[in-house]
């Protein structure tokens, strides 16, 4: 093999494995999907975004994820939250598809669910590949179980993989976007296993005289267990 072709495959496997990372700007695409073309993050200006993709259409844990997603899509609209899809599937694939969960599909209770998010075609793979979603060592033709989730100002504040076989878990998205839109709001972090109402984190001081000031407070409203873990009490 020749050392340009040898140089070139090695760019394409980059390509397809980039993805964009903590703190980046969310990569921009126009796309067409199941509600119109959009413009994305352009079209979600203010909003937070769950970018999500899935291997294929017609498969059942794809099924149960859109069929739970769809169901929580008013829940993530208080919270200022748009939803996503994509996967290397055709409109007509995905229409079809999107129809047979609303006419057919029961699963814990979720029936005539309806999909009312946009479901992106990428037929070409040109958004996948902008964010990292084909990996070759999975499948070089579908889309790896990805979630990107997007702040008010098009920033990516998480992101997540899944393996194919397991699905994911909504409850859990929808407490990562609770938590950093508090945390923003509020200037806290939230501890492990942190669920809303809990008690949150101060973060640490900057010097030993705000540390020693901050065990020896008298705030009922705060308390630490060392002089680096301060917790703020929740109002129950």
Known sequence: ????????????????????????????????????????????????IILFSHPADFTPVCTTE???????????????????????????????????????????????VEVMFPLIEDLKMEVAKKYGMVQPNSSTTQAVRAVFIIDEKGKVRTVLYYPSSTGRNMDEIKRLIIAMQKADREGIATPANWQPGDDVIVPPPGSCGTAKERVESKDENTYCLDWFMCFKKEKK
């Open 1 to 48: 093999m020749e050392q340009n072709e040898i140089k070139n495959n090695e760019y394409q496997a980059r390509e397809e494995i980039r993805m964009p990372l903590i703190g980046d700007d969310a990569p921009a695409f126009v796309a067409n999907t199941t509600m119109g073309q959009i413009n994305f993050p352009q079209d979600f200006k203010g909003k937070w």
């Open 66 to 112: 859109f069929m739970t997603f769809a169901s929580m899509q008013e829940d993530f609209r208080k919270l200022n939250t748009e939803l996503v899809g994509l996967s290397i599937d055709s409109m007509y694939a995905h229409i079809a598809w999107l129809r047979t969960i609303k006419e057919k599909i029961e699963f814990k209770g979720m029936k005539n």
